[in-house]
């Protein structure tokens, strides 16, 4: 209610007074009453000036008189501040923002990178961008958007300050029996999924390789339950490869 509208400081003041004095004498804030009545007059009048302060048309002086009286003016909540991980538009997908990330900083985020939403972004490109691309599971489109953004899968070469070219380290050894242990297991799914059966340990080409690989490797790592999920879906397609045909494979053991 604008301030014009509002009685003059003494008719408010005098009003204010009654009201105080109906709260000290029965102990609550007056409620409405469908008869009518003092209480009622009193309560229309709390309500006006309650809708007069959330449109700020009261004045601060008044205001603060009427919140001596307790609960004449409830208090409003206070907007909890945004996390600081949460600074990326409502509804994005986790490579929209890496996208704006990029855009934003002009680099990948790091480990140790303290920008708002970092860390998060950091965990998707190494624990799942990365890892996804080795074992070739992106989608097409995902594939063609990332490769435009600088470093996700190959090295970038900076720049020194006097203008030489600092050239990313050569992987190291761990890095490359990594490399080649994704390479096998992509292998050995691929062939698995094309011929519907095993590698044989015999004759010629990769198949010996890859079945030694399955035989040494694979299957004792699904055995100790250290292989991940999306290589254990694949391979169980076709019989026989994680557990030999003439073994009972872990459904049949725990029905037995």
């Not at 604008?2 to 409620?31: M, Q, T, Y």
């Not at 309560?43 to 001596?68: C, F, H, K, V």
């Not at 390789?209 to 250290?226: C, D, E, I, M, Q």
């Not at 694949?234 to 459904?251: D, F, I, M, T, W």
Request: one cysteine or more; hydrophobic letters at 35%; proline letters at 9%.
């Amino acid at each position: 209610m604008p301030l014009n509208e509002l009685p003059d400081n003494d008719a408010w003041i005098a009003r204010f007074k009654a009201f105080k004095a109906w709260v000290d004498d029965n102990g609550r804030l007056p409620e409405n009453d469908p008869e009518g009545g003092p209480e009622d007059t009193l309560r229309t009048w709390l309500d006006r000036q309650r809708t007069a302060i959330l449109n700020e048309d009261l004045s601060p002086n008044l205001e603060g008189i009427l919140r001596s009286v307790h609960g004449a003016v409830p208090r409003v909540p206070r907007k909890k501040a945004a996390p600081v991980t949460d600074v990326f538009p409502a509804g994005n997908g986790r490579l929209d923002n890496l996208e704006l990330f990029y855009k934003r900083h002009g680099r990948l985020p790091r480990y140790s990178g303290t920008a708002p939403g970092e860390k998060i972004m950091y965990k998707y490109l190494n624990a799942t961008v990365r890892v996804r691309y080795r074992r070739d599971e992106l989608e097409p489109e995902a594939l063609e958007r990332l490769n435009k953004i600088p470093g996700v899968f190959t090295p970038r070469k900076f720049t020194r300050r006097d203008g030489t070219a600092d050239t990313p380290k050569e992987p190291t050894a761990r890095a490359l029996r990594m490399k080649a242990v994704d390479t096998r297991m992509a292998d050995l799914v691929e062939f698995c999924t094309k011929h519907s059966r095993i590698p044989s340990g015999y004759g010629p080409g990769q198949e010996p390789s890859l079945y030694n690989y399955l035989r040494r490797v694979v299957r004792p790592a699904y055995k100790a339950g250290t292989l991940d999920e999306v290589t254990v879906k694949r391979l169980s397609a076709v019989e026989g490869v994680l557990v030999p045909k003439s073994q009972p494979n872990k459904a049949q053991k725990e029905a037995a």
